[in-house]
């Protein structure tokens, strides 16, 4: 299997409920991304790990916890979500980038979970 | 604040048209931009990226231009086809390198809709 894959593509949960994102990038990357798109709202980025370390929360609520065990996978855990966090997930790997070394660093997208928070 | 201003309305065109995209922003100095496509349900494909230091740049039907100036990059897809109808979005990377990751922002996008 080549890129980057995401399950499950769908997910129905209640408030109450505890679920888990999983991210998988089989494209040797270094870096891994979350980020929620809602409609009509561009992209947001969540967490960013950059060599299995998380350089990045962006303000997210503590209702989303991330973890990547390594730097092949990405996990997004939700529990006591709120309907307005219904949205398509979406999980990108791209090379990463060494502190002080210009570079570009483009984002290699998987195909999303559509989440729906009922 | 930084903003990415692109069209979020349909953009319509007849088929074998060029189709020509916007993407505006201020309270940016992009070190490059990117194009990325995007269908429905599915996430961004990465298609074009510029530098500051470039005007253009062409990949078989798609041509991107870059305006420091205007602080605009146009996105050309020529003699379009039903299958170039997705949503496109483009995205600034404010960086100059360096700091271990890409913090790339992302525009609304612009859905393109070609007519056979």
């Known amino acids: 299997e080549t890129g980057v894959t995401q399950t499950p593509r769908h997910l129905v949960m209640g408030m109450t409920n505890k679920k888990s994102l999983k991210c998988e990038q089989h494209?040797?990357?270094?870096?891994m991304y979350w980020y929620k798109q809602s409609a009509k709202k561009p992209l947001e980025l969540m967490f960013v790990?950059?060599?299995?370390?998380?350089?990045e929360n962006n303000s997210v609520p503590s209702r989303f916890s991330p973890e990547c065990p390594n730097s092949s996978h990405l996990f997004l855990h939700l529990h006591t979500l709120q309907p307005e966090d219904s949205a398509l997930y979406l999980c990108?790997?791209?090379?990463?980038?060494?502190?002080?070394?210009?570079?570009?660093?483009?984002?290699?997208f998987g195909p999303g979970t559509r989440l729906t928070v009922l | 604040s930084q903003k990415i201003e692109q069209n979020s309305e349909a953009l319509n065109i007849q088929e074998g048209k060029t189709a020509t995209l916007t993407c505006n922003y201020t309270n940016y100095s992009p070190a490059y931009l990117q194009w990325y496509r995007q269908d429905p349900g599915r996430g961004p494909v990465f298609l074009l990226l510029?530098?500051?230091?470039?005007k253009e740049k062409r990949k078989e039907r798609l041509k991107v231009t870059f305006d420091t100036t205007l602080k605009q990059s146009l996105f050309h897809i020529t003699a379009s086809q039903p299958a170039d109808s997705a949503t496109y979005l483009c995205?600034?990377?404010?960086?100059?390198?360096?700091?271990?990751?890409?913090?790339?922002?992302f525009g609304i996008g612009t859905k393109l809709q070609v007519i056979p």
């Open positions: 790990y950059n060599f299995k370390e998380q350089t």
């Open positions: 510029i530098r500051e230091n470039e």
């Open positions: 990108a790997s791209s090379q990463g980038l060494l502190a002080g070394k210009e570079s570009t660093d483009t984002q290699y």
């Open positions: 995205a600034l990377d404010p960086s100059q390198g360096g700091g271990g990751y890409q913090k790339v922002t």
């Open positions: 494209l040797g990357h270094n870096a």
